[in-house]
């Protein structure tokens, strides 16, 4: 294969590529979308398929639209997806749900998916992190690169977020640095300098505290949660409460198709505690609520008391505190990107709740977890497609499971 080929992209893969073929062999092509013509530099090839970049356009894809994200426009990852009208993002991670769950999750039974946008499209993000140059200016980061693109706005970002950080009036910071930071409810802004956490953990240890509190308050309906800047929250700002509206609707009706039983619901990887209302509800009075996550930020943050329920907190991995949890009849479980896997999926359904509720933020992951859930005796009963990262090739979906 040429180092340079001209290829017509067909379909969207999972990551935000685009699918083409040269001689019957697949190509990968960042930056693509269906329909696009492009000229394209190979840079990986292997003998199953081969990787590309764009290096012209020759003719665009009637999906794509003007460039809204100066950032993306200056090589950073944040906005892939930007070119795309919200209509056509919504469609492709559908179509990209689809295929994941049928290839990886290797489903007999595809369950019907419901998909809805969250608004606004741009101006959405209440959390960012940035890295910092050698000359202690903040920015995002290349795409598939440590490199900082100082001083480049990004169109998801909210008003406020990152005034005197990036753009007019920037400070300057450590260098090498990570900033995060946090947007609260009522306006209040955190900023803080962190190391990275690790892959698969939802917080990390904050260095130093530059700007606003420490942990900053989020309104979800009724409920009031104060999270550390550095804690993982929903980024989108219409996020949380469709969450716990949608996880509310899926776990009322789990739980009407199911007999009676002891009202004892699980909250796994639950952070701050975003669904323990939502859980309290469904189960009714007396409700007892377990809720297990390892990060030292979920055990520290302020979670409104459950109406009509009691909550115990578990500070532990869920693979091993699930097995001394009384039996549930809800599980509600929120794992971070890299999914629950086989082992944890499995301890919880020998537990025979009535209903699970799961949440994933990867198409791929998901898909996998709900493959085991099949193995183990429960079905997908319907999917929520929620796109609350616009401009981005992320979605969120959540799945009602109950036994088979």
């Known amino acids: 294969m040429s180092e340079?080929?001209?290829?017509?992209?067909?379909?969207?893969a999972h990551g935000g590529r685009g699918i083409g073929t040269i001689d019957g062999k697949v190509v990968f092509v960042a930056g693509a979308f269906p329909g696009d013509v492009v000229d394209a530099a190979i840079t990986k090839n292997k003998k199953s398929h081969a990787q590309a970049e764009i290096a012209r356009i020759l003719q665009p894809s009637a999906l794509r639209t003007e460039?809204?994200?100066p950032a993306f426009a200056a090589g950073a990852g944040c906005c892939d997806f930007s070119p795309l009208a919200p209509a056509a993002q919504l469609r492709l991670k559908e179509e990209i749900l689809n295929d994941q769950l049928s290839r990886l999750g290797g489903l007999e039974e595809l369950p019907p998916i419901a998909a809805r946008s969250?608004?606004?499209?741009?101006?959405?993000?209440?959390?960012?992190?940035?890295?910092?140059d050698a000359e202690g200016r903040a920015g995002f980061r290349r795409a598939r690169s440590r490199e900082?693109?100082?001083?480049?706005?990004?169109?998801?970002?909210?008003?406020?977020?990152?005034?005197?950080?990036?753009?007019?009036?920037?400070?300057?910071?450590?260098?090498g640095a990570e900033?995060?930071?946090?947007?609260?409810?009522?306006?209040?802004?955190?900023?803080?300098?962190?190391?990275?956490?690790?892959?698969?953990r939802r917080a990390e240890r904050v260095e130093r505290r530059l700007d606003g509190p420490a942990a900053v308050e989020q309104v979800v309906g009724e409920d009031r949660f104060s999270v550390p800047v550095a804690a993982f929250w929903q980024a989108h700002e219409a996020a949380p409460e469709a969450y716990v509206d949608i996880v509310s609707g899926l776990a009322e009706e789990g739980l009407a198709e199911a007999g009676p039983g002891r009202p004892v619901g699980w909250d796994l990887y639950g952070g701050v505690g975003l669904f323990v209302p939502t859980i309290a509800s469904a189960l009714g009075e007396g409700a007892e609520i377990?809720?297990?996550?390892?990060?030292?930020?979920?055990?520290?943050?302020?979670?409104?008391?459950?109406?009509?329920?009691?909550?115990?907190?578990?500070?532990?991995?869920?693979?091993?505190?699930?097995?001394?949890?009384p039996r549930p009849r809800l599980v509600v479980l929120d794992p971070p990107r890299s999914g629950a896997g086989e082992a944890v999926v499995g301890r919880v359904a020998a537990a025979a709740p009535s209903a699970v509720v799961h949440v994933g933020c990867d198409p791929a992951t998901l898909a996998r977890d709900l493959g085991a859930w099949?193995?183990?005796?429960?079905?997908?009963r319907r999917v929520e497609l929620v796109d609350a990262f616009p401009g981005t090739h992320h979605a969120e979906a959540i799945a009602l499971l109950t036994p088979a």
């Open 4 to 12: 340079t080929a001209t290829i017509t992209v067909e379909r969207m």
């Open 67 to 69: 460039e809204p994200c």
């Open 118 to 132: 969250l608004a606004p499209a741009t101006g959405w993000r209440t959390r960012a992190r940035l890295g910092v």
């Open 148 to 175: 900082v693109l100082a001083g480049k706005e990004c169109a998801q970002n909210a008003p406020g977020l990152l005034a005197g950080v990036v753009g007019e009036g920037a400070g300057r910071f450590t260098p």
């Open 179 to 200: 900033l995060i930071a946090a947007l609260g409810s009522n306006g209040w802004r955190g900023l803080v300098e962190t190391r990275r956490a690790g892959r698969g």
């Open 290 to 325: 377990h809720s297990v996550d390892l990060s030292r930020a979920a055990g520290g943050a302020t979670t409104p008391e459950p109406r009509l329920a009691t909550r115990r907190f578990h500070r532990a991995r869920v693979e091993s505190a699930v097995a001394h949890l």
């Open 374 to 380: 099949a193995r183990a005796g429960y079905r997908a």
